[in-house]
């Protein structure tokens, strides 16, 4: 059974490949439509589509000009109709004259084709009505003339549309213009069959029916009635009797749109219903049952018709769910690409990373090897002209070596052998014993000096590694969040609006990207507010019960005019919120400090306070400060760890410096979600939190910044609590209290009995007790940070709305 299947489904593919090759490479499509232009007739006797249709292939296909040339002289020919006949080769004639003359004169057949085209037709149908009645007449030169301007306009009809026809696929959507020069060309189709009978039932109506019901189930009620329209003129235009069609094909086409979600059953039910009442209003009963009948088997050809054709035309048609899928679709593949390509820059930087890692691997060989090449060195200056020197490398090589290696290693300690032992062996064993010390002496400067190069150079490639890593995590996290698909919320859309509609507001247009929990996102439009704060009073709480957690504006964009619109961006509030105050004063009461600070809320919940202080004062320690936290500042934004941020901030200030100033650094890092924090200090001073009446500091021993290229930095960790107090501080302030014998203790006794909470007083107030301890003396550029932890308590209750929706959200990864 399965073997069956598979092999008709083989044969179906197969087939349909061919039919392929044949209508579209092949040119069996054109061929029809040029066939049936060449039959089409308008106002009795005026032929104004084979002319431009032949220029629109000539100038898309050139190839196919003679296949389409047979076509219309055959379509022509097959009405009996000899003048027509004639007027299309006569105007094929003139119309390749003209253009060897184009041709000839360098013109572009882009622009001057639609005037091609009508001055082919024009004199055409002069020269044709010249032969045949001898003369011109002013109906002569009107009827040419109408005919040349209906030529020039579908000229640029059919060369929109014949490429929608003739392209075996398509990337993007078709345009309103495409669409209806699409339309326009099926109905001039149809005028080729005006006279065709079968059976006493008009071909013409049937398919004009047929191709209505397409467009109406493809398109809905606009691209059925626009087809309607459109095709009911240019049928009307043919035959003046099917000039009711076209209100039928109208009406049917938006009744049949508007039944689409009712499927094929619908649209056909559409058509019928349409049929019925214009027939009865307009033909009168007896041409009901002709009427019913042809539309009836329309839609038994609708219903014939394979799903795959509506859907694979549904693709191109804006609006449809086939069209938003196919975009849908081109813009994953497009995601995944994207997220591919940043993945393999991540694979790059991490395969980066670790030949820069593989340093150390042979280290112990490596210092062997320095030191065998050490003392060749010496040898080269001391034994190498010795009498001796058979007797001590050949004959008693390891003795020698040993010696050496621990005058050597002796000599790396201190400038003079002060191991006497080794000295009076080393005198027995060798002749030139003192040259031979003086010389790994005076080596030995250089010796260090070309291990602590290395050391360097080891210690760069590491920091980096270290960088390279970074960049290689945060590119694989930005590619796993390119590959995260947005959820299909439309349903989800459409219930909070209905919600929040019925408790008496209105909202135009809501957006969901995210409803994973602790990271809500959600766009909203409503009227103009007038600065009333709806957002944030009314919906945010009704969002909040909805959602069954705190949710706040992050941003609103408030219209300027009543009849624009306010754009609301609500997200998830952090579980905990971070209040700072600040107080800093410069040496001798100057204007600019050497200290900076930097409070930054960084986009993953955490909460950055950072204070960097300048070697020294004044503008120059100013500036150094500065850019130091501006640095710290950017590579934290990018997402990379604040360990490899602070170290490569070290590195980037170690290579610059030329001069001895350095940087101090003190950070806090605060989780908002769970309100751990990390503190890594680099040359400063402890940090201090006070938990009611107790008072804790946070100290690690770290070198200031820029002085050497690596350091491990010492993080410590500790978990806050809501009510907590956290004060940093630069190293000027135990500067200001230098008469103090334990300044440490002293400043936490000052905490511990500090009787507010508000950050901005408590800094106020300390910066105050330090400088009246040194008799209103400012002896060192000072700053104090105090923040404190807060539980974030909405603003606003929640509202509740009882015909909410339930949602079952995930947890924010």
Same mark, same amino acid.
């Given at each position: 059974?399965?073997?069956?299947?598979?092999?008709?489904?083989?044969?179906?593919?197969?087939?349909?490949?061919?039919?392929?090759?044949?209508?579209?490479?092949?040119?069996?499509?054109? *061929?029809?439509?040029?066939?049936?232009?060449?039959?089409?007739?308008?106002?009795?006797?005026?032929?104004?589509?084979?002319? %431009? *249709? *032949?220029?629109?292939?000539?100038?898309?296909?050139?190839?196919?000009?003679?296949?389409?040339?047979?076509?219309?002289?055959?379509?022509?020919?097959?009405?009996?109709?000899?003048?027509?006949?004639?007027?299309?080769?006569?105007?094929?004639?003139?119309?390749?004259?003209?253009?060897?003359?184009?041709?000839?004169?360098?013109?572009?057949?882009?622009?001057?084709?639609?005037?091609?085209?009508?001055?082919?037709?024009?004199?055409?149908?002069?020269?044709?009505?010249?032969?045949?009645?001898?003369?011109?007449?002013?109906?002569?030169?009107?009827?040419?003339?109408?005919?040349?301007?209906?030529?020039?306009? !579908?000229?640029?009809?059919?060369?929109?549309?014949?490429?929608?026809?003739?392209?075996?696929?398509?990337?993007?959507?078709?345009?309103?213009?495409?669409?209806?020069?699409?339309?326009?060309?099926?109905?001039?189709?149809?005028?080729?069959?005006?006279?065709?009978?079968?059976?006493?039932?008009?071909?013409?109506?049937?398919?004009?029916?047929?191709?209505?019901?397409?467009?109406?189930?493809?398109?809905?009620?606009?691209?059925?009635? @626009?087809?309607?329209?459109? @095709?009911?003129?240019?049928?009307?235009?043919?035959?003046?009797?099917?000039?009711?069609?076209?209100?039928?094909?109208?009406?049917?086409?938006?009744?049949?749109?508007?039944?689409?979600?009712?499927?094929?059953?619908?649209?056909?039910?559409?058509?019928?219903?349409?049929? !019925?009442?214009?027939?009865?209003?307009?033909?009168?009963?007896?041409?009901?049952? %002709?009427?019913?009948?042809?539309?009836?088997?329309?839609?038994?050809?609708?219903?014939?018709?394979?799903?795959?054709?509506?859907?694979?035309?549904?693709?191109?048609?804006?609006?449809?769910?086939?069209?938003?899928?196919?975009?849908?679709?081109?813009?994953?593949?497009?995601?995944?690409?994207?997220?591919?390509?940043?993945?393999?820059?991540?694979?790059?930087?991490?395969?980066?990373?670790?030949?820069?890692?593989?340093?150390?691997?042979?280290?112990?060989?490596?210092?062997?090897?320095?030191?065998?090449?050490?003392?060749?060195?010496?040898?080269?200056?001391?034994?190498?002209?010795?009498?001796?020197?058979?007797?001590?490398?050949?004959?008693?090589?390891?003795?020698?070596?040993?010696?050496?290696?621990?005058?050597?290693?002796?000599?790396?300690?201190?400038?003079?052998?002060?191991?006497?032992?080794?000295?009076?062996?080393?005198?027995?064993?060798?002749?030139?014993?003192?040259?031979?010390?003086?010389?790994?002496?005076?080596?030995?400067?250089?010796?260090?000096?070309?291990?602590?190069?290395?050391?360097?150079?080891?210690?760069?490639?590491?920091?980096?590694?270290?960088?390279?890593?970074?960049?290689?995590?945060?590119?694989?996290?930005?590619?796993?969040?390119?590959?995260?698909?947005?959820?299909?919320?439309?349903?989800?859309?459409?219930?909070?609006?209905?919600?929040?509609?019925?408790?008496?507001?209105?909202?135009?247009?809501?957006?969901?990207?995210?409803?994973?929990?602790?990271?809500?996102?959600?766009?909203?439009?409503?009227?103009?507010?007038?600065?009333?704060?709806?957002?944030?009073?009314?919906?945010? %709480?009704?969002?909040?019960?909805?959602?069954?957690?705190?949710?706040?504006?992050?941003?609103?964009?408030?219209?300027?005019?009543?009849?624009?619109?306010?754009?609301?961006?609500?997200?998830?509030?952090?579980?905990?919120?971070?209040?700072?105050?600040?107080?800093?004063?410069?040496?001798?009461?100057?204007?600019?400090?050497?200290?900076?600070?930097?409070?930054?809320?960084?986009?993953?919940?955490?909460?950055?306070?950072?204070?960097?202080?300048?070697?020294?004062?004044?503008?120059?320690?100013?500036?150094?400060?500065?850019?130091?936290?501006?640095?710290?500042?950017?590579?934290?934004?990018?997402?990379?760890?604040?360990?490899?941020?602070?170290?490569?901030?070290?590195?980037?200030?170690?290579?610059?410096? @030329?001069?001895?100033?350095?940087?101090?650094?003190?950070?806090?890092?605060?989780?908002?979600?769970?309100?751990?924090?990390?503190?890594?200090?680099?040359?400063?001073?402890?940090?201090?939190?006070?938990?009611?009446?107790?008072?804790?500091?946070?100290?690690?021993?770290?070198?200031?910044?820029?002085?050497?290229?690596?350091?491990?930095?010492?993080?410590?960790?500790?978990?806050?609590?809501?009510?907590?107090?956290?004060?940093?501080?630069?190293?000027?302030?135990?500067?200001?209290?230098?008469?103090?014998?334990?300044?440490?203790?002293?400043?936490?006794?000052?905490?511990?009995?500090?009787?507010?909470?508000?950050?901005?007083?408590?800094?106020?107030?300390?910066?105050?007790?330090?400088?009246?301890?040194?008799?209103?003396?400012?002896?060192?550029?000072?700053?104090?940070?105090?923040?404190?932890?807060?539980?974030?308590?909405?603003?606003?209750?929640?509202?509740?709305?009882?015909?909410? %929706?339930?949602?079952?959200?995930?947890?924010?990864?």
């Amino acid at each position: 059974m399965e073997r069956s299947k598979s092999r008709m489904g083989k044969w179906v593919h197969g087939l349909k490949a061919k039919l392929e090759i044949v209508l579209f490479q092949r040119g069996l499509l054109l *061929f029809v439509i040029g066939f049936l232009l060449g039959r089409a007739v308008i106002l009795t006797q005026v032929t104004p589509f084979a002319i %431009p *249709f *032949f220029g629109a292939v000539f100038f898309l296909k050139r190839e196919r000009a003679p296949m389409i040339m047979i076509a219309l002289l055959a379509g022509a020919a097959s009405t009996s109709n000899f003048y027509n006949t004639a007027f299309i080769m006569l105007g094929i004639i003139v119309f390749l004259i003209i253009n060897r003359f184009i041709k000839l004169s360098s013109l572009s057949l882009v622009r001057t084709l639609p005037i091609l085209v009508f001055a082919t037709s024009l004199l055409g149908r002069l020269a044709l009505s010249l032969i045949t009645e001898r003369s011109l007449m002013n109906t002569n030169w009107i009827l040419a003339a109408v005919e040349g301007a209906l030529g020039m306009i !579908l000229t640029i009809i059919f060369i929109q549309s014949i490429p929608v026809l003739s392209m075996k696929k398509r990337t993007a959507a078709l345009k309103n213009e495409e669409i209806i020069s699409f339309i326009i060309l099926l109905a001039t189709m149809l005028t080729g069959t005006i006279g065709w009978v079968v059976y006493g039932f008009s071909i013409e109506n049937i398919l004009s029916r047929y191709l209505v019901l397409i467009f109406a189930y493809v398109g809905g009620a606009a691209i059925g009635s @626009t087809v309607g329209v459109v @095709t009911g003129l240019i049928l009307a235009l043919a035959n003046v009797a099917s000039l009711y069609q076209m209100s039928m094909l109208a009406f049917s086409g938006l009744l049949g749109g508007l039944l689409k979600d009712g499927r094929k059953i619908g649209v056909g039910m559409g058509l019928l219903i349409g049929t !019925l009442l214009i027939a009865l209003y307009g033909s009168g009963p007896e041409f009901l049952y %002709p009427n019913l009948m042809e539309s009836a088997i329309a839609v038994l050809l609708f219903f014939c018709t394979p799903s795959g054709i509506t859907s694979q035309l549904s693709k191109y048609i804006p609006g449809t769910v086939e069209h938003a899928n196919e975009q849908q679709q081109y813009l994953r593949k497009v995601r995944d690409v994207t997220a591919n390509r940043v993945e393999q820059f991540s694979n790059l930087f991490q395969a980066l990373s670790s030949s820069f890692t593989d340093v150390d691997v042979q280290q112990d060989d490596q210092s062997e090897r320095e030191v065998d090449y050490f003392l060749s060195h010496v040898t080269e200056k001391t034994c190498q002209n010795c009498f001796k020197k058979e007797t001590c490398w050949a004959k008693n090589f390891d003795k020698t070596y040993d010696y050496m290696t621990g005058i050597m290693h002796e000599l790396e300690q201190t400038t003079e052998l002060k191991n006497y032992s080794l000295k009076r062996d080393f005198d027995q064993h060798c002749i030139k014993a003192n040259k031979v010390i003086d010389i790994i002496g005076k080596e030995m400067s250089h010796y260090h000096a070309n291990r602590m190069l290395k050391k360097q150079v080891r210690e760069s490639r590491k920091i980096v590694a270290d960088q390279l890593r970074g960049v290689s995590h945060v590119m694989g996290d930005f590619a796993k969040e390119i590959q995260k698909e947005r959820d299909n919320l439309h349903q989800q859309e459409e219930q909070i609006m209905d919600a929040i509609q019925s408790m008496g507001l209105e909202v135009g247009q809501v957006e969901i990207y995210s409803l994973d929990e602790g990271n809500v996102d959600v766009e909203m439009k409503i009227p103009a507010c007038g600065g009333r704060g709806e957002g944030e009073k009314v919906i945010a %709480p009704m969002l909040s019960d909805i959602l069954k957690e705190n949710i706040v504006v992050k941003k609103e964009v408030c219209a300027e005019h009543e009849h624009e619109t306010c754009h609301l961006y609500f997200g998830s509030a952090r579980d905990f919120i971070v209040e700072t105050g600040v107080a800093n004063a410069a040496k001798g009461g100057a204007w600019i400090s050497g200290d900076s600070h930097s409070t930054i809320e960084l986009g993953a919940g955490k909460y950055a306070i950072a204070i960097s202080d300048g070697m020294g004062n004044g503008e120059r320690a100013h500036q150094e400060s500065t850019e130091t936290i501006q640095l710290l500042q950017k590579i934290l934004h990018s997402g990379i760890d604040e360990t490899v941020a602070i170290k490569s901030v070290n590195s980037v200030l170690s290579l610059r410096n @030329t001069d001895e100033i350095f940087s101090t650094l003190d950070l806090a890092m605060i989780d908002l979600q769970d309100a751990s924090a990390k503190f890594l200090k680099i040359g400063s001073i402890p940090s201090f939190i006070k938990r009611g009446d107790r008072v804790m500091m946070i100290e690690s021993a770290n070198l200031p910044m820029g002085i050497i290229p690596e350091f491990d930095v010492e993080v410590v960790s500790e978990q806050l609590k809501a009510g907590d107090l956290l004060i940093m501080m630069s190293d000027g302030i135990y500067e200001g209290v230098k008469n103090i014998e334990n300044p440490e203790f002293w400043m936490k006794r000052k905490i511990r009995e500090l009787a507010t909470d508000k950050p901005q007083e408590i800094a106020d107030l300390i910066m105050e007790e330090v400088i009246r301890t040194e008799y209103g003396r400012i002896d060192d550029d000072m700053t104090i940070v105090v923040a404190r932890v807060k539980r974030n308590i909405p603003k606003w209750s929640t509202i509740p709305i009882y015909s909410a %929706p339930s949602f079952r959200k995930k947890k924010a990864q």
